[in-house]
């Protein structure tokens, strides 16, 4: 049955912490691959039919045309598998040849996603939440793709909403995880729907607070300023490699001093680092478990707050916070890093 093979393939991928699925058509068959830490790892093999077969019923379920095989599709679509719901994307595409490929997202759940995010050094958590329960402000963080910070600022919105009903609004490109407490939009360039666009609409809704996927030009950042200017708290990812790169990228976006020190109330910049395992003299492989699956990877912050961070706005000091760098240095000086990943991720 097909309906079983869609299901196990998805609960197989999810259970592997898989986010995305591709099925692709391959000389002799189809070919899917898992998306495993930015790589894709073949999977397994199947027959064209098979192939066919499988997408025909993913578009399907996603209220995609069925009968289209020559134009790019998306659609979505929940799948509840053993009393387990996922959020599933879909996009396809067709090759020279018509056969059509399949990338499936598997976004996030709320549910399997409800423990605390995890740091090397708990005080950093602790800084992190006091920021969260401000009233307004803006907060930003940095970090490379991948580095978990769309995950730490979910959480912490997570753990702020629990004890008072606040509105949260995110806006982001596209979603990245499934969460029904929180309004969630999204960008659509095709619509002209730009994150200005977004913050503009959400700020009529009065929320308490706002999440923005990224501040990538003036005009969202204007708005991110306005917006914490008018009472609510704003909290978004910017492209900078550490604190004091935040301060640069905000200055190229015409931002003056004077409007950040009105607003900005914490920089953090995050690496999620995998830690060292003595028995594997590495990291734990993806097959070992001596050190627990939700622990083999933990954050390391660089946290700019408070009187440090008004020393900076004035001028750059990095002696008066703990910089990556120095973070660093401490988790490999405890044990839980290698020289190798402490050279792998300093900057220099
Ligand atoms: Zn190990």
């Avoid at 898992?34 to 025909?56: M, P, Q, T, V």
């Avoid at 996922?86 to 996603?113: A, D």
């Avoid at 803006?138 to 793709?145: D, E, H, K, W």
Wanted: glycine share 6%.
């Amino acid at each position: 049955m097909i309906e079983q093979e869609a299901e196990q393939l998805i609960t197989q991928a999810n259970d592997a912490g898989v986010s995305d699925i591709h099925l692709l058509p391959g000389e002799n068959g189809y070919e899917s691959f898992f998306r495993i830490n930015g790589a894709l790892n073949l999977f397994d093999k199947h027959s064209f039919e098979w192939g066919k077969r499988l997408i025909s019923y993913f578009k399907f379920l996603a209220n995609m045309d069925v009968g289209e095989r020559r134009k790019p599709q998306s659609g979505s679509c929940a799948l509840t598998v053993a009393g387990n719901t996922m959020e599933l994307r879909f996009s396809t595409i067709t090759n020279v040849k018509l056969y059509e490929s399949l990338v499936i997202r598997i976004l996030k759940q709320s549910r399997t996603n409800g423990a605390s995010f995890r740091t090397y050094f708990p005080k950093n958590q602790t800084i992190l939440r006091q920021l969260v329960r401000r009233k307004s402000g803006l907060i930003l963080f940095s970090g490379p793709v991948g580095s978990g910070k769309t995950t730490t600022i979910y959480q912490l919105l997570r753990e702020r909403i629990q004890d008072e009903p606040l509105q949260v609004i995110t806006m982001e490109d596209p979603v990245e995880i499934y969460e029904p407490r929180f309004l969630q939009t999204e960008v659509n360039l095709r619509s002209q729907v730009t994150y200005d666009v977004l913050i503009k609409a959400s700020l009529r809704h009065h929320p308490d607070i706002l999440m923005i996927g990224e501040i990538r030009d003036e005009e969202t950042a204007r708005m991110a300023i306005r917006g914490a200017l008018t009472g609510h708290l704003m909290i978004a990812t910017i492209h900078a490699k550490n604190a004091i790169g935040v301060l640069g990228r905000l200055q190229e976006l015409q931002i003056t001093s004077q409007q950040l020190s009105q607003t900005l109330i914490g920089i953090i910049s995050q690496r999620l680092i995998p830690r060292y395992c003595e028995l594997c003299d590495h990291q734990c492989s993806q097959h070992c478990s001596h050190i627990p699956k939700d622990l083999q990877r933990l954050a390391l912050l660089e946290i700019l707050h408070g009187s440090a961070l008004e020393l900076n706005l004035q001028r750059p000091n990095t002696d008066s916070y703990q910089t990556l760098n120095k973070e660093l240095r401490r988790a490999w000086s405890l044990g839980f890093i290698n020289e190798k990943a402490f050279t792998h991720y300093e900057l220099v």
